[in-house]
């Protein structure tokens, strides 16, 4: 089946890329935005989802900065 | 006494820091990522580059490399392990430092020379230094911005645990930390490159002065 796992900043943690995007949004004239987070998309084929927790935690993610979520998406 | 180099694909820092072994009167050995042993060193170098590309992050693959099975056991059992730059995302991310390198809070590569103060001699790797003594080192990386949450800041303080701080902040890392250590001590991780002033012709050979620190008091 098909994984679909998010991983994203810790809220709290500094994420100098959402701040670059977030100022370069307005200089194309695009206003109004507000916090922006960048993360990292990562969809996988897998055979069994017991293990999606601890691929998560010790490679797709590093839980000391980031977080994650995942859902079977098909 | 016999240093090894680990070399992931990617690592470009591996020659110079081959190199500087060479300088400090020490054989160095190559340690390639495929290996299963640490060919009987006494010490190891995790030096800088691009481990596998950075992908996914600076240090996630390598710390799943072969060699780091007995790298993490020797490093484990008190030997002196050193990470540079790219070496110490590894280390952080293998979970024998504490804490993880984010992004520069600029979000600009910063390749220049920095001065950095010894907050520890108590290390293998600054025990030749003197303690407050203030080093030019040369820097160049995207991601030296440490971090740690509260609580870890707070016992690397309190436990003397800070090996190098920056005087002037070049990356954003917490507390100006340009490089720390583990419980035990033996382990050490530093954004600042010595291995590239460990000759005259390089401009200068301050950076041997830590790399020599791992001499005294080994068996030579």
Not at chain 1, 26 to 31: D, M, S, V
Not at chain 2, 115 to 134: H, K
Request: aromatic share 6%.
């Amino acid at each position: 089946m098909k994984v679909r796992v998010l991983v994203r900043p810790k809220s709290g943690i500094l994420d100098p890329q959402g701040e670059a995007v977030k100022s370069a949004l307005p200089a194309l004239g695009f206003e109004g935005v507000g916090n922006v987070h960048v993360g990292r998309l990562i969809e996988l084929e897998v055979e069994r989802i017991d293990e999606m927790d601890a691929m998560c935690r010790r490679l797709l993610a590093n839980p000391t900065i980031e977080e994650y979520e995942w859902e079977v998406i098909s | 006494m016999r240093i090894g180099v680990a070399i992931f694909p990617g690592s470009n820092c591996d020659r110079d820091a081959l190199f500087a072994v060479e300088q400090m009167g020490a054989d160095p050995v190559e340690l390639w990522h495929a290996d299963a042993d640490l060919k009987a060193v006494d010490a190891v170098i995790v030096p800088g580059g691009f481990s596998y590309g950075d992908y996914l992050r600076p240090g996630a693959i390598a710390r799943f490399a072969k060699v780091m099975g007995p790298l993490e056991e020797f490093a484990r059992a008190g030997g002196p392990v050193l990470g540079i730059c790219n070496g110490f995302q590894v280390l952080t991310e293998a979970h024998l430092l504490p804490g993880a390198l984010l992004r520069n809070i600029d979000m600009r590569f910063v390749c220049r020379r920095v001065r950095v103060r010894v907050e520890s001699t108590e290390t293998p790797w600054t025990s030749g230094c003197e303690s407050g003594e203030e080093l030019m080192l040369p820097v160049a990386h995207n991601e030296g911005n440490y971090f740690a949450d509260e609580a870890t800041l707070k016992e690397l303080e309190d436990e003397g645990r800070v090996v190098l701080r920056y005087l002037k902040n070049p990356n954003g890392s917490a507390n100006d930390i340009a490089g720390v250590c583990n419980e035990g001590r033996n382990v050490v991780g530093i954004m600042p490159h010595p291995e590239r002033v460990s000759d005259p012709v390089l401009g200068s050979e301050k950076g041997l002065k830590i790399l020599r620190s791992v001499l005294v008091g080994a068996r030579i």
